[in-house]
């Protein structure tokens, strides 16, 4: 139990369809971040929240958009995806230090979300 | 921007120790880690090291990073068929950020 958990676990979905994917952290943490990980590629970050602010968005397209309403809750809001869209979703979290610059704190990773877009 | 490169696929006997490597280029890196991830699963913690140290063991895992070369290893003692998994090296780079390495598949055989 890593203390981050994710829903769904699986979701099969058309390229019509509207899906929001679910993250929540129990850690107390104030950072949450979407990556993406395509087979035999590297995990791709897509968004950064810092304390409920998104501070990065890293070129995704807009037919991703996440939502961050408190610290533990995140958001990836699903539409008209795309069949190269399909890939494990992974949602991280961790206690970043206002202010601080060229320090990372640990990420803990959810189990993710395996999507299927047809 | 930082490249963090590891080999694709180790194969490993039940027993034997196993040995994961992982080449960075930022020299600023602060933290590099070692993750895990199982069939289905997310990405599993392992360990960390911070760039002051040059060595850092955890029971079966001992982790050795060679700063002047930018090369990482993760060492596992004893390799059991649960440690069949993805592995993979992030570095932060200058800007904190989280940069990972493709993974490497380890195959455990009896």
């Known amino acids: 139990e890593t203390g981050v958990t994710q829903t769904p676990r699986h979701l099969v979905m058309g390229m019509t369809n509207k899906k929001s994917l679910k993250c929540e952290q129990h850690?107390?943490?104030?950072?949450m971040y979407w990556y993406k990980q395509s087979a035999k590629k590297p995990l791709e970050l897509m968004f950064v929240?810092?304390?409920?602010?998104?501070?990065e968005n890293n070129s995704v397209p807009s037919r991703f958009s996440p939502e961050c309403p408190n610290s533990s809750h995140l958001f990836l809001h699903l539409h008209t995806l795309q069949p190269e869209d399909s890939a494990l979703y992974l949602c991280?979290?961790?206690?970043?230090?206002?202010?601080?610059?060229?320090?990372?704190?640990?990420?803990?990773f959810g189990p993710g979300t395996r999507l299927l877009v047809l | 921007g930082e490249d963090v490169e590891q080999s694709l696929f180790l194969s490993v006997r039940e027993g034997d120790s196993s040995v994961i490597n992982c080449t960075y280029t930022?020299?600023?890196?602060?933290?590099l880690y070692w993750y895990k991830q199982e069939p289905g699963a997310g990405l599993q913690l392992l360990t960390y090291i911070f760039s002051n140290m040059d060595m850092k063991q955890d029971q079966r895992l001992t982790v050795l990073l060679n700063k002047k070369d930018k090369h990482l290893s993760l060492r596992i003692a004893d390799t059991q068929t649960g440690d069949s998994a993805i592995y993979f090296c992030?570095?932060?780079?200058?800007?904190?950020?989280?940069?990972f390495g493709a993974g490497t598949q380890v195959v455990v055989t009896p």
């Open positions: 992030a570095v932060t780079d200058s800007w904190g950020k989280l940069q």
């Open positions: 850690l107390g943490h104030n950072a």
């Open positions: 930022d020299s600023s890196s602060t933290y």
């Open positions: 991280a979290s961790s206690q970043e230090v206002l202010g601080s610059v060229g320090t990372q704190e640990t990420q803990y």
């Open positions: 929240y810092n304390f409920k602010e998104q501070t």
